[in-house]
């Protein structure tokens, strides 16, 4: 759309930079922590690049004070971090440990001391062990009353500070990877029915988090994470168009319709009952989900690049072994899902070594599809740029990182011009941080940390790179100095 003049971001714009408790505390047990279902599963051999874990990670636990001040100096108005469930309840239910509280609320502390926002998540995929001994974990019923109970926990105890509140993290990602590609606890794959139950029991722990958060704080701000991939089609030939639609519902609606309306797709459904999947549901759920829907106040968008559909024809490719995990340009194969869609490369698009589209476009084709659907506003939680950093004297020179999100950071500004609602822009990630199946060589961080995909491989001494510099001004100017 032509506007003839940017109004650029609003006064308030919240410009940010994020992390996952699992990428970057480490501490994995110390202090009373609870072992959480990723502590276990990059143990099982071969499920990470390299054997690499989050054991020590980059020792965000300890060295926080330090982190934060580096966000202090660029000005940074809003971390966004995500609670460890497993710190604060070892066990998942029944006892809680102090000394997880206490961390978090020195996070929290640390922030506002230099009036950096604090942007929480509740799950950023480390499901507590022992809820999976227990239950099978996110597979019971039970989990949402669990959830439901820390999320209570976490509210009443930091909801006097806290009022940016993302309750899942990318709900499409960890189901889908955990229940059908085997590549996330639990290991699964294709276990469809599953997948979809899974996916209703998180829907019902966000909905009821969601109510639950307005009845103690109804001036805090709360959504969910969704990782958008919006779709092109491959050509204009009509069984193309159609599988992009069907590539639409099952994989980005399916979630932010239930986010936002409280409904699942109508089409759907109706693939579903043709497979003979049927979700179990209380007869009250329905109406919880409608809800909750109501009071939600934005979608969290993570957005990293777009996705091409194509008609995939019944004995075509599948979802499986597909992904480049090593960083070796071109070994992405093309995956889809037989008789509805397959998602070839876009010839039009550069890519990065992990062979993930660059295409800033799509950010602001992401937002305009999200206003025009839901007319929520957007949280920007995650946008940034996953590549093999060098150290050079000393120094880390990302002129690729800065290009990436310039680009990106051009056409939101283009979508706030118009009419879509942006809350906040946060850059993935602060530090560099363990890219869970990538080990720590894909790195995205704005500051270095000195370590490899060895445990104790490093000084973990932090390096601010070249693109942090360039976020600073960015801030500075809100914006306008890109
Ligand atoms: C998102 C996650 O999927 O993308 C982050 O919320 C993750 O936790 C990021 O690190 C980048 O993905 P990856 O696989 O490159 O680490």
């Known amino acids: 759309m032509y506007i003839k003049e940017s109004k650029g971001f609003p006064e308030d714009f919240l410009w940010g930079a994020a992390s996952a408790a699992y990428q970057v505390e480490g501490a994995y047990d110390e202090d009373g922590k609870g072992l959480s279902s990723w502590d276990a599963f990059v143990k099982i051999p071969g499920k990470t690049f390299k054997g690499t874990t989050g054991d020590v990670a980059v020792d965000h636990y300890h060295r926080y004070k330090e982190d934060v001040k580096l966000m202090a100096y660029i000005g940074l108005k809003t971390y966004r971090f995500s609670i460890s469930w497993s710190r604060i309840f070892p066990e998942g239910n029944g006892k809680l440990n102090e000394k997880g509280l206490q961390f978090y609320d020195d996070l929290i502390n640390e922030c506002i001391k230099y009036k950096i926002k604090?942007?929480?998540?509740?799950?950023?995929?480390?499901?507590?062990?022992?809820?999976?001994?227990?239950?099978?974990?996110?597979e019971s019923r039970q989990s949402v009353d669990?959830?439901?109970?820390?999320?209570?926990?976490?509210?009443?105890?930091?909801?006097?500070?806290?009022?940016?509140?993302?309750?899942?993290?990318?709900?499409?990602?960890?189901?889908?990877?955990?229940?059908?590609?085997?590549?996330?606890?639990?290991?699964?794959?294709?276990?469809?029915?599953?997948?979809?139950q899974?996916?209703?029991?998180?829907?019902?722990?966000?909905?009821?988090?969601?109510?639950?958060?307005?009845?103690?704080?109804?001036?805090?701000?709360?959504?969910?994470?969704f990782a958008f991939s919006p779709s092109?089609?491959?050509?204009?030939?009509?069984?193309?168009?159609?599988?992009?639609?069907?590539?639409?519902?099952?994989?980005?609606?399916?979630?932010?319709?239930v986010y936002a309306y409280g409904r699942y797709p109508r089409?759907?459904?109706?693939?579903?009952?043709?497979?003979?999947?049927?979700?179990?549901?209380?007869?009250?759920?329905?109406?919880?989900?409608?809800?909750?829907a109501l009071l939600v106040d934005f979608m969290g968008v993570n957005y990293y690049q777009t996705t091409t559909v194509a008609y995939n024809p019944p004995q075509g490719v599948n979802n499986l072994n597909g992904e480049n995990n090593s960083g070796k340009k071109g070994t992405k194969a093309v995956t889809g899902i037989p008789g509805l869609y397959m998602n070839p490369s876009n010839d039009f698009l550069d890519k990065t070594d992990w062979d993930w589209a660059i295409d800033p476009s799509g950010l602001r084709f992401a937002c305009r599809d999200i206003t025009s659907r839901y007319d929520l506003p957007i949280i920007i939680s995650e946008n940034g740029l996953g590549a093999f950093d060098k150290i050079e004297d000393g120094k880390i020179h990302d002129p690729y990182r800065v290009d990436y999100l310039r680009e990106h950071i051009k056409?939101?500004?283009?979508?706030?011009?118009?009419?879509?609602?942006i809350l906040s822009y946060c850059v993935w990630s602060f530090t560099d941080v363990l890219s869970w199946l990538n080990g720590y060589q894909k790195r995205y961080g704005l500051v270095y940390v000195d370590r490899n995909e060895e445990e104790n491989s490093g000084t973990l001494k932090r390096i601010p790179k070249y693109s942090y510099y360039w976020y600073?001004?960015?801030?500075?100017?809100?914006?306008?100095?890109?």
């Not at 509140?165 to 709900?171: C, D, G, L, R, T």
């Not at 499409?172 to 599953?194: A, C, E, Q, R, Y």
């Not at 019902?204 to 639950?212: E, G, I, N, P, R």
């Not at 050509?235 to 319709?257: G, R, V």
């Open 118 to 138: 604090p942007m929480v998540t509740l799950y950023h995929w480390d499901m507590p062990q022992s809820l999976i001994d227990q239950y099978g974990g996110w």
């Open 146 to 196: 669990d959830f439901v109970n820390y999320a209570k926990v976490c509210f009443s105890h930091y909801g006097d500070r806290v009022k940016h509140w993302i309750i899942m993290n990318e709900q499409n990602v960890f189901t889908s990877h955990g229940w059908m590609l085997g590549t996330h606890p639990p290991g699964k794959i294709n276990d469809l029915k599953m997948f979809y």
């Open 198 to 225: 899974v996916n209703h029991h998180v829907f019902m722990a966000h909905a009821y988090s969601v109510l639950a958060l307005k009845e103690m704080y109804d001036d805090a701000l709360v959504g969910s994470s």
């Open 232 to 257: 092109y089609a491959l050509t204009n030939k009509p069984e193309d168009a159609l599988s992009k639609q069907d590539y639409d519902t099952l994989q980005s609606y399916y979630w932010m319709d």
């Open 267 to 292: 089409a759907a459904l109706s693939y579903l009952e043709s497979l003979n999947v049927k979700i179990e549901m209380e007869p009250w759920d329905e109406d919880i989900l409608k809800r909750s």
């Open 411 to 421: 056409e939101l500004k283009k979508a706030c011009d118009e009419g879509c609602r």
């Open 472 to 482: 600073k001004k960015v801030i500075e100017s809100n914006g306008e100095n890109l």
